[in-house]
Every structure is written in structure tokens, then in C-alpha cells.
């Protein structure tokens, strides 16, 4: 049959055939028609004659023979075999490979011309036979379709009709023939879209959804759209009735339409219109002219075919889904025999093209407004906007509607296979239109499950993200992921609407750019215009983002409790971080502090890198770290109000809240309080003003509460979630009291249970180390602030006896003092004599500064006072005692706890009082014994060598004005001398550059260059006079050890490097001189910038 010269005739034996192949025997004698025939067609095959029955339906009334005819028919029709039912026109073209000249008879050969429709008509044909109710007519016409659809999956080339411009990736191949040819035949396109396996994909869509559908409801939905283009029918056309039809030919009409097929062939065709139309096909809805494509000429066709598509499609599926709550009854037959998920498999491929052909409509009216200076994107695009949108819209509630019936608790036993199978077709539906255009359009259909939102109070709706939330925690464990994906894709959803909402609001709070001229306006500033334009469109743009905001907050709270399962908890973090964070960063903080201790550590990790805190963590010295500019920290005063204030319904109204009960930090586990406590020490170094003293008093009760019972468990095993905690206290503690002296107040003047006597003995017996440290740092920051000790909390000075009476520092100092005498015998603990190290050594250090602005600082008849000093000298003597010991935390503690001691913040070393010029001497003796061990031989170590180096360092800088001082103390028949300790510590730090130390830990240069700096310039005040080797002016030429012994400090540091070490035969040795002449230069470069900074600002005076 020509498909070309008589497409009346190929309709009319289409239609035959389809009738055989859709017909089933009725045995109840039931007027109407078989499910997929028309009552004419049904008609026409019973009034059919036999040669073996009474008639054609008592023939083939017995399913055996029914099933032979169908057989019969599909070898008649099929594309594989040697028959061709529809083919085109064979006409005698000259073969392009023979030249004019030639006369060969073969110089012409048959050519097949076919527009694409009998190619359609076939394998419409073999996917209705697929689905019949027989195996063997099924399992034949798939063997046949299947065979078809592969038979070209090698081939190369393309046959696309003429005028069609595709890419050559895209045309299909012509060297495997058209149906019915061989291969060495060829198929000559018409000027009509057509395609080697599917014919014409557009038209074969339509007529395989219209059975799905029924006539009767096909032609209704193609009657409402544009027939400008509308692609042809393969069975014969229904006539259009309207009000003038006569009754007579109404009926006719209405005889001649299709009922529905049934549910087994609606799957077959679901499947084959999902996977080959329309996943085979990416550009089946961009035709001719795609490269240029615009709004007129060219985008009208395939805008109205993916109408027409869309409508047939989203049609049939609401038929199957659109109940929602019987998708539930979906038990486990494979997906091509289930016709709900095949219908939802066909929605999700159909809101793919879709929404790809939506975007890029979308991209080319941008295109066109930018021309135009058109500033709404939507304003002008009716066509897309109106049309493809509520196709759109209508696949998102449909999708919706499927999940709403498991976004329940009451449906988690639900999970047979055909049900998991189409709610992941759905999610697939939700993700989609997420992530296209479609999201961002201005009636926000898809937050609001595919409606129109009503609410004109919020940026959009959260009816979607309720769904999905539910979904996340209720749904099948299998489907959890997909749910978090669209999780995920809704919130960049909502993530790109709320930054266009910003955009437009900082835009119109933007001063209007002003053009001045300078040479005429002496201050330009002040004849800028400051006026802000669309206040009223500013503010209600602000208003909308907070309504989301609250909208939000009940959501993730119930999606964040820990009852909840881990996906829906990772989702409520990822939403609170990205979403809610920059709208209201408080709340938003808030539940991310909640999730900061969740047990599954991906939701963790997700809400303390929504914190900002990921990092801090991993090091107790935040001072100086910055967040990034998009983790904006939230306000001090507003966070602690949110986190630690008490929990009525007063508080709720202020954090916007409506539900029943919302944790604080009392409720947190001990993870989430140290990311709490962690949040809010970085907000209020943040904070330009300090914070408010109420905030502050606030916070550090919640400090003082969380760390009080770690003091009934001294020495006891703690979790590590435990220890985390306590780590997180003293930290924070620290940190506070460093920055704020109100808080350093606080402590003080406490009448809480947990006293400064609790921090001294938790910094000695803590679990942690790094806990230990901080407390530490916490009590020696409390000591060296003498004025709040005064009356009136430093109103009127205080004298150093009175401090030390006030303080308690002589009783915290001698505690130290024997802990650390105590390792010298086999009992002692590593613990305690860390903490004791570090306390110590911040007592001694406190007490040393203290001591200094003292006027009576000579006085020698005060017996606390001695004590204190007598103290002092046992600390440092008893730490330099312990940088040789051999357990490697005592050693590194105590080279530490010398280098807090001998510290101090003025610019030149104070004057060392000559009560300590003993154990100074004693310190660095032992420091050099250290250094030689540790930097050479056996027991190289580098890590202690560093941290010697750095001791050694400070303590050489700290005892500068004893360095000619000699002391002979003959009550213990020890003579140290502090001038020759210092050298002989000085000749160890000089031993370290190209030692075995060095070869493990190349920076170790550099640490040694930084302490010679200290030694070299400790003290340098104006109008110094260093003495100088008698009787020379100038740097010998030859080296002398006794002329650079008798050297000042920065001379001497000089001339052993620039004479001695950067000469020495040892490569290690010149190589590790760089880094500390690096360090050197580095250090006179910063006193020369600052020298002229301060010449700039306040002159020569």
C-alpha cells in the first residue's frame, strides 16, 4: 500500500488491523465494543463472513485461533520481514556514482520515497500487539519491535528529510534501508520530519496516547489546541462536530470513535512512548530552524507539537494516577505489565524534554528583552508562560499527589515494588522541574505542589517542601535518597529565588549613580544623592523573605528531632544553612547548633560547616581565623538570646516559633553545646561592640553551668563527647575572658558554685589536655588583671600584697610547685604535671608582671610575698629540671610552661628580678642540656627540639638584664653564673642549624633564627649603651670565639653567623643559615615599617 499516492487506503487498512490485532472475544454478548475498537469497527469485523464458521466472530471466537490470525498478521506487518504493507513511492533515479556520459543499464536503480507515516503506522501496529492479553501475540510483536529498534544501532549516516539543517550526530542512518528495503536499497526523505525507525515520532505519539485515552477524550484535547501544524493522523480522521452537525451524522461520528484500550496495552505503550520517543529522542520537540530558534516562525511548530504531546500525555497519566490514593494497591508485576509505572516512568521522561525545550524558550526571550530593555522576563512571554507552564504545573501535582499518600508514618508498611518504583518516577518529576526555569517563574507553582500560591506574605510556598520533608522521613527506606534529592533540587529552587529577591531589593536601595564634575564641586561626596529609590518594594521584599523564613522554621524543626530519620535531619541542616541562614541567621543558627550534635556525622559535619565552625574545632586559637563573606556570623546579643534564654512563650514569639516545644541549650547533646559555645566565643570576637555586658554575663553562666560538673569528675574516664565539651569550655572561657574584662568581672565577683579554686584544680586534674592548657590560660588571665581584684573592681589601685591576699595566687602557686618537685619520684602522674607545668607557669608569670608595676616590689620583710617569690623559682627551676625528661608530654609541657613564664607584652624585656636569676641560670642550663640530647645523637627528636628552641628563645630574652651577673648560691654548693648560662645557651641554639634535628625538620632553622632574634633584641630602650670588647672597633677578619663572647646580643648573633656558621664546610650547616638570616631580616624589616609608621603619625617627638 503506498504511503505517498493513497494515504486514504493505508489509513483505512491501518485502522482494519488495528481493530484485529486490539480485538478480544466477549462471551457475555455485551453490545458495547472491545476495549480499543470503535462501535463501526466492531461492527465491520462481526458482520465479516467464514468459510469454516457461521461468522468471522464465531471463527475466531476460540482464543487459538485468534491468536494464529494476530500472529499472521504481525509476520504480514512486521519490518524484519520480506513484506513491506506501507511503503512509499518506488521510482528509477540516476545513481549519483555514474557519470552522464556512461550508458550502463544499472545507471539508474529503484529509490523509496516515504513521508515517515508508514513507518509509524507499522510500529504503532507491533506496540498495540505487545500488550495483548496471549504471551505468544505479546512476546511475537515485542520480538518484532525489538528487532526493529536495534536494527540500526550500528549503523552510521543519516537519511533526514530535505531543508532539515540537524547536526550530523543527530541524523538517523540510511545505509541499513527503510522498512521493507534491503540494505543496498536507499530511502530518499520527504519534505516532511520523518525518522528511519519511528516514521514521524510526533504523529506516532499522539495516535498510541489517543488509544490510552479513548477518541472521545483524544479529540477533545486536540480540538482545544492549534491545528496550524498538527502532525497527521495514521488512522483515518474523525470529522469535527459542532453545534450545526447534524444528529444523524453526530452519531456517525461518534460510531467511528475509539473506546480505551486496556491496561495492559496502556503499559506497553507508556513504555514505548517513554523510553523510545522520548528518551530516544532529545530533540523531538526542536525542528527545523533550531539554530535561529525565536518566538516566531520557527518555535510555533514545535511549541504547539509539545502541546499537543504534553496534553495527550499528562492527560493519560492523571487517568492512572491522578486518584493518588490508589497508587498504594500497586503490587510487584514488572514494570512493563503495570500501566501506573509506566505512566509515571512517561511523566518523567515528558517533564525532561519539556522542561529542556522550556529553558531554552526562556533563554532566547532573555535574549530578546535585553534587546528590547524589557526588565520583567516574564511580561512578555504569554506563549511559554501560559502554555508550556501549566503543562508543567500539572505533571508537578500529579507527582505531588502520588507522594502525598507517603509523606505519612501511617503508610511506612507500603513498599511493594510497583508502588516504590512509581513514587521514584516522581521524585524524578520533582527534581526535574527544580532545577529548570520552570522554578524560578513568578507564579512559584512549583513550591505549591503545582498550584497558583494565594499567599502574597512570603517569596513563595512551602507546600512542595512540606511534601518532600514528609516524605524524607516517612517513605521507604530504598526511596530516602531520592526524597533528599529533591530535597536538594527544591532548595536551589528556592535558594535562586530568594538571591533575585535580594538582588532587587539591594538594587533598589542602591543610590542612583550621579555624574559630577570635579573640577567645579570641591566635595563630591556631598553632592551625592543618598535618597533610596522603591523603599515600599524594598521593605516588602524584605517582608516576603522573613515570611518564608518563619514559615520554615516549624518545618525544619520537626524535619531536625532526633527521632527523626538521619535523611530527613541532613536535609533539615542543608536547608537551615543554605536557605534560612542568610534570611534570619539567628534561627537559622539555632537549629544548626541542634543538628551540630546529631549522632550521624554527615548531618554533623553539614551544620557546623553551615556554623562555620568546621574548622575552628580543630584548633583552640580562633582569635585570629575569619569567616568567609557568604557565613556571616549572626548578631551576639540576638544569638544568645535565642540559645540560652529561658524557653516561654515569650521567647517564642521573639525566635517567630509556633510549636510546642523547642530545644535549647540545656536540651542539646554535649556536641551540639560545644558547637554552641564555639558559635558564640567566634560572635563575639565578631562583634564591633563587645556584645552588651548581659549577653556576655548570659554566656558565661552557660559556660560556668556546662563546666561545673566536670568537677566532681576529676580524674574519672569521660566519653569523648564528654571530653569534647570540656575541651570547648575551657576554650571558650578563655577566649571570653580575653576579650571582654566585664566577664573577667563576672568571674571574679561570682557567688556561683564553681569558684576559682575549681578552675585551679580542674587545670591540674582535667581528662584533656587541651583542656588543661585553656584552663590555664583562663586562671593566669584572671590573676594579671590586678584592677578587678581592687575595690570597686579596680576603682582604687591595689597594692601586691593585698593582690596576692585577694587572688589566692600564693596557694596556686605552691600546689604547682610541689606537683612539679613530685616527678622526680617514681608516683607522679603525666597529667598533673602537665596541668601543673602550664598552670604554674602562667602563675609565675602573672605574679612576675604583677611584681613589676609594684612600688614596694624590694620589700623583703612580707612573708606571703617571699613565699610567692620562693614559688616562682621552684616552678621554673622544677620545669627546666623536666625538658630532659624522657616522657615526651612532661618534656614538651615544661619547655611550654618556660616559655609562658619568662613571656611578657612590652616591647623591650622587663628587668628580671635577681630573686630569679638562680633558676633562670638553673633553666637554661638545663634547656642547654636539653637541646644537645634532643638536636643531636640517639634521641634526636624534632618536635622537642622545636619547642626548646622557642623556650630557650623567650627565657634568653626574659634574663637579658642579668646577662653580666654572676651568682654563687652556696646554700644548695651550686655556683651558677646567669651570663655564661645564657652563652652556653646561646652556643646550643647555634648547634641546632644543619644538626640531625634539622635533617627530620628543615623549619627548625627558622625557629632557631626567630629565638636568636629575642636574644639578639630582648632589651634596646632608648639612650641603651651596650658595652663593647675593649680597645676594638671593628669585626676581626679571622674568627675569635672570645671577641664574639664578649660581644652585645645583636652583635653577637651577627658576627657568628656572618663569620662562622655561613662558612662552615658542612652544607647542612650554610643551607640552615638562610632560614634564620630570613628570620632576622624579617624581624629588623618589621621594626622599620613600624618606626615609620609612627613617624608618619605623631613626627620626630
Not at 479529540?219 to 495514521?234: D, E, H, S
Not at 530552524?289 to 504547539?304: R, V
Request: overall charge negative.
Amino acid at each position: 500500500v503506498s504511503s505517498t499516492n493513497n494515504d486514504d487506503a493505508c489509513s483505512a487498512v491501518y485502522d482494519l488491523l488495528m481493530d484485529v490485532l486490539l480485538y478480544q472475544p466477549d462471551g457475555g454478548g455485551s453490545s458495547l465494543p472491545p476495549p480499543g475498537l470503535s462501535q463501526c469497527g466492531n461492527e465491520r469485523l462481526r458482520s465479516g463472513t467464514s468459510n469454516t464458521a457461521k461468522s468471522w466472530v464465531a471463527e475466531f471466537a476460540p482464543q487459538a485461533r485468534l491468536r494464529d490470525l494476530k500472529l499472521s498478521i504481525l509476520d504480514f506487518v512486521a519490518p524484519c520481514r520480506r513484506w513491506a504493507l506501507f511503503v512509499g513511492d518506488t521510482v528509477m533515479e540516476k545513481d549519483e556514482g555514474k557519470d552522464d556520459d556512461e550508458e550502463e543499464p544499472m545507471a539508474k536503480r529503484e529509490v523509496t520515497r516515504d513521508n515517515g507515516l508508514g513507518t509509524a503506522r507499522t510500529v504503532a501496529l507491533l506496540v498495540a500487539a505487545s500488550g495483548d492479553i496471549h504471551p505468544d501475540v505479546s512476546e511475537q510483536a515485542s520480538s518484532y519491535l525489538r528487532a526493529h529498534m536495534d536494527s540500526r544501532r550500528n549503523v552510521t549516516g543519516a537519511s533526514v528529510p530535505s531543508g532539515d539543517n540537524r547536526d550530523d550526530a543527530s541524523k538517523p542512518n540510511t545505509e541499513a534501508g527503510e522498512i521493507g528495503q534491503n540494505k543496498n536499497d536507499d530511502v530518499v526523505p520527504s519534505s516532511s520530519p520523518s525518522h528511519a525507525l519511528l516514521g514521524q515520532p510526533i504523529a506516532l505519539a499522539c495516535a498510541l496516547l489517543s488509544l490510552v485515552l479513548g477518541d472521545a477524550v483524544a479529540v477533545g484535547i486536540v480540538r482545544n489546541l492549534p491545528a496550524t501544524t498538527a502532525p497527521p493522523t495514521l488512522g483515518s480522521q474523525i470529522p469535527h462536530l459542532n453545534e450545526s452537525t447534524p444528529v444523524s451524522t453526530r452519531s456517525v461520528v461518534m460510531s467511528m470513535k475509539r473506546r480505551m484500550v486496556n491496561d495492559k496495552i496502556s503499559a506497553a505503550i507508556f513504555n514505548f512512548v517513554a523510553c523510545r520517543v522520548l528518551d530516544d529522542e532529545p530533540r523531538i520537540f526542536v525542528l527545523a530552524g533550531d539554530a535561529n530558534l525565536t518566538k516566531d516562525a520557527n518555535s510555533a511548530a514545535p511549541l504547539e507539537l509539545a502541546k499537543r504531546i504534553g496534553s495527550l500525555a499528562i492527560a493519560a497519566v492523571s487517568n492512572l494516577l491522578g486518584s493518588g490514593g490508589s497508587i498504594s494497591s500497586v503490587g510487584m508485576a514488572s514494570s512493563r505489565a503495570n500501566p501506573r509505572v509506566e505512566s509515571a516512568r512517561l511523566l518523567n521522561s515528558l517533564c525532561i524534554r519539556l522542561s529542556a525545550f522550556y529553558d531554552a524558550m526562556i533563554s532566547v526571550e532573555e535574549e530578546e528583552e535585553k534587546k528590547s530593555n524589557i526588565r520583567d522576563k516574564h511580561a512578555s512571554s504569554d506563549t511559554v508562560a501560559t502554555q508550556l507552564h501549566g503543562l508543567l504545573s500539572k505533571a508537578l501535582a500529579v507527582s505531588c499527589l502520588v507522594l502525598s499518600g507517603f509523606s505519612s508514618p501511617h503508610t511506612a508498611g507500603l513498599s511493594n515494588q510497583g508502588s516504590l518504583d512509581t513514587r521514584d518516577f516522581s521524585y524524578g518529576v520533582v527534581c526535574t522541574l527544580a532545577r529548570s526555569q520552570f522554578a524560578a517563574s513568578s507564579t512559584y507553582t512549583i513550591f505549591n505542589r503545582g498550584e497558583l500560591s494565594q499567599s502574597s506574605s512570603q517569596v513563595a510556598s512551602i507546600a512542595t517542601a512540606s511534601l518532600i520533608f514528609g516524605c524524607s522521613a516517612n517513605d521507604h527506606e530504598s526511596l530516602r535518597p531520592r526524597a533528599v534529592a529533591a530535597l536538594d533540587a527544591l532548595l536551589a529552587a528556592y535558594c535562586r529565588v530568594c538571591d533575585k529577591e535580594r538582588a532587587e531589593m539591594q538594587s533598589n536601595e542602591t543610590s542612583k549613580d550621579v555624574e559630577i564634575d570635579l573640577s567645579t564641586v570641591s566635595n563630591p561626596w556631598a553632592e551625592v544623592n543618598l535618597t533610596k529609590n522603591d523603599e515600599a518594594a524594598s521593605k516588602a521584599a524584605r517582608s516576603k523573605l522573613e515570611g518564608l523564613s518563619r514559615s520554615l522554621l516549624p518545618l525544619l524543626w520537626s524535619a531536625a528531632q532526633s527521632n527523626q530519620p538521619k535523611a530527613s535531619r541532613l536535609a533539615a541542616a542543608r536547608w537551615a544553612s543554605d536557605l534560612v541562614k542568610p534570611i534570619d541567621r539567628a534561627n537559622a543558627c539555632h537549629i544548626l547548633c541542634f543538628l551540630a550534635g546529631d549522632v550521624d556525622p554527615t548531618a554533623s559535619s553539614v551544620a557546623k560547616e553551615g556554623l562555620g565552625i568546621s574548622e575552628a574545632l580543630k584548633d583552640g586559637n580562633i582569635v585570629g581565623q575569619s569567616s568567609p563573606s557568604e557565613n556571616v556570623l549572626p548578631d551576639f546579643h540576638e544569638l544568645v538570646t535565642v540559645l540560652f534564654e529561658s524557653k516561654d512563650k515569650t521567647h517564642r514569639n521573639a525566635t517567630k516559633l509556633t510549636s510546642s516545644w523547642v530545644p535549647m541549650y540545656e536540651d542539646f547533646s554535649p556536641r551540639g553545646q560545644g558547637a554552641t559555645l564555639r558559635l558564640g566565643l567566634m560572635c563575639l570576637l565578631g562583634d564591633l561592640y563587645g556584645g552588651g555586658d548581659d549577653a556576655v554575663e548570659v554566656y558565661v553562666s552557660a559556660i560556668c553551668s556546662t563546666i561545673l560538673p566536670f568537677k566532681s569528675h576529676r580524674g574519672a574516664a569521660l566519653g569523648r563527647e564528654f571530653v569534647d565539651l570540656l575541651d570547648e569550655c575551657s576554650i571558650c572561657l578563655a577566649g571570653c575572658l580575653a576579650t571582654s574584662r566585664f566577664a573577667r568581672v563576672r568571674i571574679v565577683s561570682s557567688s556561683e558554685k564553681f569558684t576559682l579554686e575549681d578552675i585551679s584544680n580542674l587545670a591540674i586534674s582535667a581528662n584533656s589536655s587541651k583542656a588543661r592548657r585553656h584552663l590555664a590560660k583562663t586562671l593566669g588571665l584572671l590573676y594579671e588583671d590586678k584592677k578587678i581584684w581592687g575595690q570597686d573592681n579596680g576603682v582604687s589601685s591595689i597594692s601586691l600584697g593585698k593582690w596576692v591576699e585577694a587572688c589566692g595566687i600564693a596557694r596556686t602557686m605552691d600546689v604547682c610547685a610541689s606537683k612539679l618537685n613530685g616527678m622526680q619520684s617514681n608516683l607522679h602522674m603525666a597529667g598533673e604535671i602537665h596541668g601543673a607545668a602550664f598552670l604554674g607557669s602562667r602563675c609565675a608569670r602573672a605574679f612576675r608582671l604583677a611584681a613589676l608595676g609594684d612600688a614596694n616590689t624590694d620589700i623583703t620583710d612580707d612573708a606571703l610575698i617571699n613565699k610567692c617569690w620562693d614559688s616562682v623559682c621552684r616552678i621554673i627551676s622544677a620545669m627546666g629540671s623536666g625538658t630532659s625528661n624522657s616522657d615526651e608530654v612532661i618534656g614538651d609541657a615544661c619547655s611550654q610552661g618556660i616559655s609562658v613564664a619568662f613571656s611578657y607584652d612590652a616591647v623591650d624585656s622587663p628587668v628580671l628580678d635577681r630573686r630569679l636569676y638562680d633558676c633562670s641560670a638553673h633553666a637554661l642550663s638545663k634547656l642547654f642540656d636539653a637541646l644537645r640530647k634532643y638536636g643531636n645523637g640517639d634521641h634526636t627528636d624534632a618536635m622537642r627540639t622545636t619547642s626548646l628552641a622557642r623556650a630557650a628563645g623567650v627565657a634568653l630574652a626574659a634574663s637579658t638584664s642579668g646577662a653580666g651577673t654572676a651568682a654563687d648560691n652556696s646554700a644548695t654548693g651550686e655556683t651558677a653564673a646567669l651570663g655564661p648560662a645564657r652563652l652556653q645557651c646561646v652556643e646550643a641554639l647555634f648547634a641546632l642549624l644543619g644538626s640531625n634535628a634539622f635533617r627530620k625538620d628543615n623549619e627548625i632553622s627558622l625557629v632557631v633564627g626567630e629565638a636568636l632574634v629575642n636574644y639578639a633584641d630582648a632589651y634596646s630602650p632608648e639612650g641603651a649603651v651596650w658595652t663593647r670588647p675593649s680597645g676594638e672597633q671593628a669585626w676581626p677578619e679571622k674568627y675569635d670565639e672570645e671577641f664574639q663572647a664578649e660581644l652585645p646580643p645583636h652583635e653577637q648573633v651577627l658576627y657568628r653567623l656572618l663569620r662562622k656558621e655561613i662558612k662552615a664546610s658542612n652544607p647542612q650547616k650554610r643551607t640552615s643559615c638562610a632560614p634564620a638570616m630570613f628570620a632576622l631580616v624579617g624581624h629588623c624589616s618589621r621594626l622599620c615599617t613600624t618606626a615609620f609608621i609612627f613617624y608618619l603619625f605623631f613626627g620626630q617627638g
